[in-house]
């Protein structure tokens, strides 16, 4: 079975600052991972995808996120943090290509 | 070229009424998805179809949730009749291959 774990409902940085979100996953099979992310009356944009080819993915905006398979972990991160990065992330993961499992989310806000 | 789009945008309804939530998935994407988030949890895969076939539903809660997508294009979510629970934000998203393209989503308030 899937699942996902991010640890921290809201993250609070300084503009500059780097932007780091933690996100787990359960899987029983080499998994696809995923991070989108949710702005302001918008919906779910995918901001990067593994999918085995190299563990270190490059997103859009400025953001990237490793895959760790002894630490089962797919965490994003951005070196510096813009206000328009003011959103809700979300990691998932699939097993299979099409059904993703979602983790809780994670609210991020910006300081000027 | 168009994203998903979900009617309504919100939809407020009575315990025991009626809701019929409509998709319109990328034109040309085959592949057409039904997600969840009731309030303060996740967002749970709900089905999946390929043109009209429902290739995997295990995740439709109970058979007050009936979802069609006649001809292969648009999909509709029908919830009869509706209770408390099923408050929340209700996903479409639809893909070529493995990227899914997410609607904004139709809010439910079941009162």
């Known amino acids: 079975a899937q699942s996902v774990t991010q640890l921290g409902s809201h993250v609070s940085v300084s503009e500059g600052a780097l932007v780091l979100l933690r996100c787990n996953y359960s899987?029983?099979?080499?998994?696809?991972l995923f991070w989108y992310v949710q702005y302001p009356n918008q919906g779910l944009q995918l901001l990067l995808k593994?999918?085995?080819?190299?563990?270190l993915v490059k997103g859009i905006n400025g953001f990237e996120a490793e895959f760790k398979k002894s630490e089962t972990s797919f965490h994003l991160t951005k070196p510096s943090a813009h206000m328009s990065d003011a959103a809700e992330y979300f990691c998932?993961?699939?097993?299979?290509?099409?059904?993703?499992?979602f983790g809780a989310g994670t609210t991020v806000t910006v300081r000027a | 070229e168009a994203g998903v789009t979900q009617f309504p945008s919100h939809s407020v309804i009575e315990k025991g009424q009626t809701v019929t939530l409509r998709c319109d998935p990328i034109s040309g994407h085959d592949n057409l998805y039904w997600y969840r988030r009731v309030m303060g949890k996740e967002i749970k895969f709900l089905l999946h179809?390929?043109?009209?076939?429902?290739?995997?539903e295990s995740g439709m809660p109970n058979n007050r949730f009936l979802a069609e997508r006649t001809g292969g294009t648009y999909s509709t979510l029908k919830v009869q009749p509706a209770e408390l629970e099923d408050s929340g934000v209700y996903f479409c998203?639809?893909?070529?291959?493995?990227?899914?393209?997410f609607g904004p989503g139709t809010r439910l308030t079941v009162t």
């Open positions: 899987s029983s099979v080499p998994p696809y």
């Open positions: 998932a993961v699939s097993e299979n290509d099409y059904k993703l499992s």
């Open positions: 998203a639809s893909s070529l291959k493995t990227e899914q393209y």
């Open positions: 593994y999918t085995s080819a190299a563990t």
């Open positions: 179809f390929v043109k009209e076939s429902k290739q995997d």
